[in-house]
Nanobody
Framework: QVQLVESGGGLVEPGGSLRLSCVVS????????MFWYRQAPGRQRELVAQ???????NYADSAKGRFTISRDNAKNTVYLQMNSLKPEDTAVYYC?????WGQGTQVTVSS
């Protein structure tokens, strides 16, 4: 059974940085696309970034130039480096593989 565990969220001031991590159990990690989503209060869950097994990436317009998704297949881990954070980035961030979601990690950007 595939399980995902996110970490790295927290409270950061505007302009700050955070790095989220998502560890995937199981042996399927390296061949599948990984996704980071986020959901702010009262809003729908939205795709932030994705990375294929081969390392090709795609970003939401809101994340371009500020966020970087990467993966370490040897560690079954996908990362989301978030720089120049804004209050509107406040949300619960989730990673996803196939139809399996992690539990989410809270990111709060506030002074």
């Amino acid at each position: 059974q595939v399980q995902l565990v996110e970490s790295g969220g927290g409270l950061v001031e505007p302009g700050g940085s955070l790095r989220l991590s998502c560890v995937v159990s199981g042996s399927i990690f390296s061949i599948y696309t990984m996704f980071w989503y986020r959901q702010a209060p009262g809003r729908q869950r939205e795709l932030v970034a994705q990375i294929t097994g081969g390392g090709s990436t795609n970003y939401a317009d809101s994340a371009k130039g500020r966020f970087t998704i990467s993966r370490d297949n040897a560690k079954n881990t996908v990362y989301l480096q978030m720089n120049s954070l804004k209050p509107e980035d406040t949300a619960v961030y989730y990673c996803k593989i196939l139809r399996v979601w992690g539990q989410g990690t809270q990111v709060t950007v506030s002074s």
